[in-house]
């Protein structure tokens, strides 16, 4: 029997704030996370910002031993886990351990510990090098610590699936509980990528956006004309998907339920969307089929709305192609004019932004939005917040190599 999932618990660690609640209110508010980067000195890159998580503190969350042993997207990683932990009433007693897995996922992984320690041999340092680099870059190894974080001995997995992680993470999780592999999976993405070498590959590849370094609030316009390029960013969102009896049982608020997962490869290119969105819009179609519901029964879509010319048009075309003659009454959002491109995470953390759109009958505004694209004309419901009370949402992530994931999500109803 296909069973229920329902989400029960959320932490996230955004640029616009640590916690989840805060960074809704600022997100709904339309204030951006996105300012000059302050990890590095990036005068010489043609893109000087970036989504950076300030105002945090991993000895918040993690012990001293812990901190030192391990990168800044662990880091982010177990603080929204704990949150989320925290947030759900979580406790996994014993004999049920088995019945709780983990789903992580990330992008980049431990990039920043191997520049720092990469630096150290070519300055002949080789005796400073931490032992425990290769544990890092073994990022599966972050899987392990949530699972420990929680004592989770079921399903255990970790995506590198690129921008498209963090959405496949619930996807599996969804499904591990949907046919009972599990009662509870704790599911999630981090990333922390803002180094100068990845910053100077994006730079050299003319990916990020060039135009707004003296006005860092405007440099992420998803669906704009003026756009041309993302914003990288930084952060982490977890989530506890739970079996809907097992929240039951033991009392657990409920925020939404996840109906459908759809993922889909584009066979196309590295970084390319394929121009026509087939495959985009085929991952919409399998996502909201598995709901069991028909396409015109969406009223909400949170876009993966990069900022790019290629993937803002791309996901345009593919939404018309599928939604057919109602497509402009669709309120669609995107999150990333705010907070920027937060890699593996942006999944993760764009699900728990729908389902707080689900719970609070809030649509979250896409900003910069001050010319709109003749090829981008849908309701992108620019510049302020819309209240509707609406019942099912849709959240689309596609990443590099054509990997594309969509979710659906329903408001919760007994």
């Known amino acids: 029997m296909k069973r229920r999932v329902v989400v029960t618990g959320m932490g996230a660690v955004t640029p616009l704030a640590v916690g989840v609640e805060e960074s809704w209110k600022r997100l709904c508010a339309g204030e951006s996370g996105v300012k000059k980067i302050t990890q590095f000195d990036a005068s010489s890159l043609k893109c000087q910002v970036a989504g950076e998580v300030r105002g945090f503190s991993a000895g918040g969350f993690l012990k001293p031993k812990k901190i030192k042993r391990t990168d800044r997207f662990v880091h982010f990683l177990l603080a929204a886990t704990k949150m989320a932990i925290e947030d759900g009433q979580l406790e996994v007693s014993s004999g049920e351990e088995y019945r709780v897995g983990v789903v992580a996922a990330s992008a980049i ?6 520049e720092a320690n990469h630096e150290l041999v070519i300055k002949g340092l080789m005796r400073s090098v931490t032992p425990y680099l290769i544990i890092n870059l073994s990022a599966n190894t972050a899987a392990g610590e949530m699972a420990s974080m929680c004592n989770a001995r079921g399903p255990h997995h970790f995506l590198q699936e690129a921008c498209s992680a963090g959405t496949s993470a619930i996807g599996l999780g969804f499904r591990a509980i949907k046919y009972g592999e599990a009662e509870v999976m704790v599911v999630g993405g981090a990333d922390a990528g803002i180094s100068p070498t990845l910053m100077a590959s ?15 609030h405007r440099s992420s316009r998803p669906f704009d004309k003026g756009r041309n390029g993302f914003v990288t960013s930084e952060g982490s969102g977890v989530l506890i998907l739970e079996e809907l009896e097992h929240a039951r049982a033991r009392g ?6 996840v109906v459908g997962y759809g993922s889909t490869c584009d066979a196309y290119h590295a970084v390319a969307p394929l121009p026509s969105g087939e495959s985009a819009m085929k991952c919409m179609e399998l996502s909201i089929e598995e709901a069991g519901i028909r396409p015109e029964d969406i009223e909400h879509i949170n876009a993966h709305g990069t900022s790019t010319v290629a993937n803002d048009g791309t996901e345009t075309l593919a939404i018309k192609k599928l939604f057919g003659p109602r497509v402009k009454e669709i309120m669609i959002s995107a999150n990333k004019s705010m907070i920027g491109h937060m890699w593996g995470a942006a999944g993760a953390v764009e699900g728990i932004f729908t389902t707080k759109t689900l719970q609070e009958g809030l649509i979250p505004p896409t900003i910069n939005l001050d010319e709109a694209d003749p090829e981008c004309d849908l309701d992108y419901v620019p510049h ?27 408001k919760y109803e007994e």
Do not use: M
Not at 109 to 114: D, H, V, Y
Not at 252 to 257: Q, S
Not at 387 to 407: D, E, K, P, T, V
């Open 252 to 257: 657990a608020k409920i925020y939404a339920e």
């Open 384 to 410: 302020k917040a819309r209240h509707a009370n609406i019942r099912y949402a849709l959240s689309n992530s596609f990443g590099f190599g054509g990997i594309n994931a969509s979710l659906v999500f329903k």
């Open 202 to 216: 994006l730079d050299n590849l003319g990916a990020l956006a060039t135009s707004w370094n003296e006005q860092p």
């Open 109 to 114: 992984g431990s990039c920043k510990t191997f």
